[in-house]
């Protein structure tokens, strides 16, 4: 009894150990690769518990006979599959790029929870806070207040300007010469800080000491208005201080407009850049309040009838006048707005140039979003 039981038990160790050779099938269905397996299975099962084990190869057996004889079909079901996991993948592809289209069509609106109509309003509120603010006496407090307003406005509207060519075209302000020096040499400038809000197109087209009268300066806005790309869109002229510096000698009048002087060049600029871009919005930006009006050498002129020169003949041409001078808007003649945002008595630091940057902005987009 002894002994059968060793014989019985070295019969399972040889099905056991008997070596099968397999790999894997395509789609998964393992296929059993030697016969001499499943013959040594049988030889090995006699009145024993491996009856169960026989059955169990003698079906694999069949299993694999019938899966050899079905290979052909096999092979047209893989390549249907394959061909339905093709179009799945394309479908599947297409879906990820609709979905980061509409992804970065959703990036150019505001994430809040407030409504498209609920944020408009909230918008056209604060433009009339705008309005308010600029009624404060306290000038530091004053630009302050408008920063904030400019701010919440930026936040809320998305990115309105996008896909639009914006091109500055004015003096040493838009030129940055008191910002930090960039890599090429120029000043970080109020642009830089606009392009921080919009992914539109910016052309930056300032020269230091620019003035617009060009009868002695080839800077001058007269001679440049060339230079405008044919397809912007937004047009916006920032100068006319230099002018004042230069004094009265060439300051012209509004009803002759003669070639050579401050008003005959402002009209003949205006006029060309009304005619070459008739569809651009442009606005004309006048010069905030500064400290150099109150120079002993500037006092016989007044700033306010220079930029009434400009404020006639942009109304005139129907552009838009950005009225810094009349806001009020960092007037550096008051020492905390000077300390806090300019570099020296005119030309803004870092600071003043994104505190600029935002508030111009908030003027371009204002048609757009309220």
């Avoid at 599947?92 to 309003?121: G, L, R, V």
């Avoid at 052309?203 to 230091?208: F, S």
């Amino acid at each position: 009894m002894k002994k059968l039981h060793v014989l019985f038990l070295f019969l399972c160790l040889g099905i056991l150990c008997t070596p099968m050779d397999s790999h894997a099938h395509e789609g998964f269905a393992w296929k059993v690769l030697s016969d001499e397996s499943g013959q040594a299975t049988e030889d090995t099962t006699e009145n024993t518990p491996a009856q169960d084990t026989e059955q169990i190869t003698e079906e694999s057996s069949n299993e694999n006979e019938t899966a050899e004889e079905n290979t052909p079909s096999e092979e047209k079901q893989d390549e249907s599959d394959a061909a339905v996991q093709a179009d799945t993948g394309n479908t599947e592809e297409e879906t990820s790029q609709e979905e980061n289209s509409a992804q970065e069509q959703d990036n150019t609106k505001p994430h809040s929870i407030y409504s498209d109509a609920e944020t408009t309003e909230m918008i056209r509120a604060k433009y009339r806070e705008l309005d308010e603010a600029y009624e404060m006496k306290n000038k530091f407090k004053k630009t302050k207040t408008i920063d904030s307003i400019d701010s919440f406005i930026l936040n809320f509207c998305g990115d309105p300007l996008k896909g639009k060519t914006i091109v500055f075209l004015g003096d040493s302000i838009t030129a940055g010469n008191g910002g930090t020096l960039t890599p090429d040499g120029s000043g970080l400038d109020y642009t830089n800080f606009i392009a921080k809000y919009t992914s539109a197109r910016i052309i930056n087209l300032g020269i230091g000491g620019a003035p617009f009268e060009g009868s002695d300066n080839d800077d001058a806005i007269v001679h440049r208005y060339g230079d405008i790309p044919e397809d912007a869109d937004i047009i916006v002229l920032f100068a006319g201080i230099n002018d004042l510096f230069a004094g009265s000698e060439n300051f012209g009048s509004l009803k002759e407009l003669d070639e050579g002087t401050y008003c005959g060049d402002i009209y003949r600029t205006f006029r060309q850049i009304h005619r070459l871009h008739p569809h651009a919005d442009v606005h004309v930006v006048i010069t905030y309040p500064n400290r150099m009006e109150n120079y002993e050498q500037f006092r016989d002129e007044d700033w306010q009838d220079y930029a009434d020169v400009q404020i006639n003949l942009a109304d005139r041409y129907d552009f838009h006048v950005i009225n810094l001078y009349e806001e009020g808007f960092m007037d550096n003649a008051d020492y905390k707005i000077r300390n806090a945002f300019f570099k020296d008595d005119i030309h803004p630091d870092d600071l003043g140039s994104e505190v600029l940057g935002r508030h111009i902005l908030v003027h371009l987009i204002e048609k757009y979003v309220s």
